[in-house]
């Protein structure tokens, strides 16, 4: 256990066995060669409950798509969630989109360094601010994810789970965070209690043989684990439904989307394949069986195939409908499921290598 308050050797310690395996042991990761605020920014709201190898193909995309941040701000929205597309929580890329333009409109297109100034951007929290203030400006604040929490918590021999803990427990990791803290190399201090949790000392089976700071831990494996929430999981159809176009060139194909009504509380706006009222398909118009989870559900989605003629005849759900020639289908801004399906079914280009087992930064609400 560590005293900040009556051990300030401790603490001094720790910094130093911390970065010194930071130093040679952190993973090469491409936000980590940049100096550049917006490109780090891009890369912490992707990171949030997102996986580290999906993240990297993704970030080279949105870099390559939105070089900067104006040009991030003066996009069209529904470009900028198109090449966010495979990411998932879609409110963060509205959010970030939102908050370049708040940039440009309010602090002349350059990215604020403080906290304070930080938390006043649409869709940025407690985290995400250290983060950037940490990481991409040097100030020497701490932050906690659900990795840091997880760590200082083993390290005191505190309750949390990393997951979710109630206010006091959160205060107190958050005031431990910030006297851990580096005061010359804050940045790389946070990123270090970070890779810690994402590669050592995990949720299950941490590796404390491994683990540079074991000799401040109080538990070094003996913390209680909570058990994993059990996923849910439930049964939907879809329509996947492809026509011959009509123009240009009839052996072009088409494919029919429908578009979630702006008001959803889950990916506003997307577009989908035509969601079936009825889950139960006939196994003769069968495509495929799809399983998709988000959040703690798990959705076995069985695709239909339906023709054209027949198209009128289901029973859709309420939602704008496009047929959408399958060459510009990619750059649609399709739900994950949907991109996952037309892929699956090779009607368009994979975007997203499938992801490994790596940690990803806890999730603002
Ligand atoms: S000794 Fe084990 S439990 Fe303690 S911080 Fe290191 S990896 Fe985590």
């Avoid at 900067?68 to 966010?84: I, R, T």
């Avoid at 913390?223 to 240009?248: D, E, G, Y």
Wanted: with cysteine; net charge positive; glycine share 4%.
């Amino acid at each position: 256990m560590i005293q900040p308050d009556i051990d300030p050797e401790a603490v001094a310690r720790f910094r130093r066995m911390l970065l010194a395996w930071y130093d040679s042991h952190q993973r090469n990761l491409p936000w980590r060669q940049t100096k550049d605020p917006y490109a780090i920014w891009v890369s912490e709201i992707m990171l949030q409950q997102t996986r580290v190898a999906v993240v990297i193909d993704r970030y080279h995309a949105f870099l390559q798509r939105f070089p900067s941040l104006p040009a991030l701000a003066l996009a069209p929205e529904q470009d900028v969630l198109a090449v966010w597309s495979g990411l998932g929580y879609y409110r963060r890329a509205r959010m970030l989109h939102k908050a370049a333009q708040f940039v440009i409109e309010h602090h002349n297109g350059v990215l604020p360094s403080t906290v304070e100034q930080l938390r006043l951007l649409p869709g940025i929290g407690a985290y995400t601010a250290a983060a950037l203030a940490s990481i991409a400006f040097n100030r020497p604040v701490g932050l906690v994810d659900g990795n840091v929490e997880r760590v200082l918590c083993r390290l005191q021999d505190w309750p949390g789970t990393g997951r979710v803990s109630g206010p006091t427990l959160r205060r107190k990791v958050e005031i431990l965070a910030n006297q851990l803290v580096h005061p010359t190399r804050p940045g790389d201090f946070n990123q270090a209690l970070m890779e810690l949790g994402a590669t050592l000392c995990t949720p299950r089976r941490p590796q404390c043989l491994s683990c540079p700071v074991a000799v401040d831990c109080s538990t070094r494996g003996e913390h209680k684990t909570t058990p994993r929430p059990p996923m849910l999981s439930t049964q939907v159809a879809c329509a996947l439904a492809v026509r011959s176009a009509a123009q240009p060139c009839p052996s072009h194909l088409e494919v029919l989307l429908e578009q979630r009504s702006t008001d959803e509380s889950v990916m506003p706006g997307m577009w989908q394949l035509p969601v079936l009222h009825d889950p139960q398909v006939p196994s003769a118009q069968l495509r495929m069986t799809v399983r998709h989870a988000i959040m703690q559900v798990n959705y076995y989605v069985r695709v239909r195939t339906v023709l054209e003629d027949d198209v009128d005849a289901l029973t859709l759900l309420q939602g704008n409908r496009r047929w959408v020639p399958l060459a510009e289908a990619g750059s649609v801004a399709l739900t994950g499921l949907a991109r996952k399906i037309l892929t699956r079914a090779h009607l368009v280009q994979p975007s997203v290598r499938k992801p490994a087992a790596a940690a990803q930064r806890s999730h603002e609400p």
